[in-house]
């Protein structure tokens, strides 16, 4: 007999520990009368690797799935117990999923969770960074413009910041890091519940220039630390300026005020006069 209630599970699957496989994975995995993955292959493999009967497996990408997930209602107002994975970790965090839970939920059909593993949570959880409040910025863009201007909006929070980033990429990025929020302490923790899990703790600037001949080995999360500037908050300060001074006036004295860089305190300041008019 089925225990798995009809709907949406939503299931997280390990990042790389067989063992972090719960018992309530298995039972949905088990019990679905539809997977819907990312590779039918990542989540085969995962499914005979636990020795369980598979079920049908349909391969979801929101972006082509526009066809499929009215089926996929369908199915689930029929009663229907469809699993939503992703190739590892937690479904929607920088993966598919958004699109079908939003439909499911607009369709009155139950959203279930099936929680566990997640890249983010798994770094924030032994890096050693402030975690009383976070922002996650998912993977960082590859241009550099739209790599700054990310940096720029996030620029004055006082709290940790996380992206997802990969080896070729990492030093760039912890260079555009250096640049546009002063050099800040950052952990890199890659490899997560796999056997050469580490957390790599330094400078953004002194992180970028060991990388660049010699980038981290497989999956990582960087997580940059709360600056000092931070302490004054950039927006409200530029704000305060703004109301009396012209773009120029405020960010030269926004950036004495913060210690930030003038010409990041300048494009913040445009984008922000932009915003408010
Ligand atoms: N939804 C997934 C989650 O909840 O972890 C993340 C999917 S995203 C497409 C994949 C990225 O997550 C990788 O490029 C890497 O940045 C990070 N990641 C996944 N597994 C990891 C691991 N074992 N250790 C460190 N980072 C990992």
Known sequence: ??????????????????????????????????????????????????????????????????????????ELEDGGRIVLVSDAGTPLISDPGYKIVRDARDAGIKVFSIAGPSALTAALSIAGAPTD??????????????????????????????????????????????????????????????LHEEVIEGEAAELSSRFADHPPKGEMVVLIHPGQAEALDLDQVLTDLLATKSVREASKEAAELTGLAKKDCYARALELKETTG
């Open 133 to 194: 409040r976070f922002s996650f910025l998912g993977f960082m863009p590859r241009a550099d413009g739209q790599r700054a201007t990310l940096l720029r909006s996030v620029m004055s929070r006082a709290e940790t910041l996380a992206f997802y980033e990969t080896g070729p990429r990492i030093s760039a990025s912890l260079a555009a890091v250096a640049e546009v929020l002063g050099n800040r302490t950052v952990s890199v923790a890659r490899e997560l519940t796999k």
């Open 1 to 74: 007999m089925k225990t798995l209630p009809p709907g949406l599970h939503v299931a997280a699957t390990p990042i790389g520990n067989l063992g972090d496989v719960s018992d309530r994975l298995r039972q949905a995995l088990e019990q679905a009368d539809r997977i819907l993955c990312e590779d039918t292959r990542v989540t085969g493999k995962l499914i005979s690797a636990l020795g369980l009967i598979k079920q049908p497996l349909t391969a979801y990408h929101e972006h082509s799935a526009s066809e499929l997930r009215p089926r996929i209602i369908a």
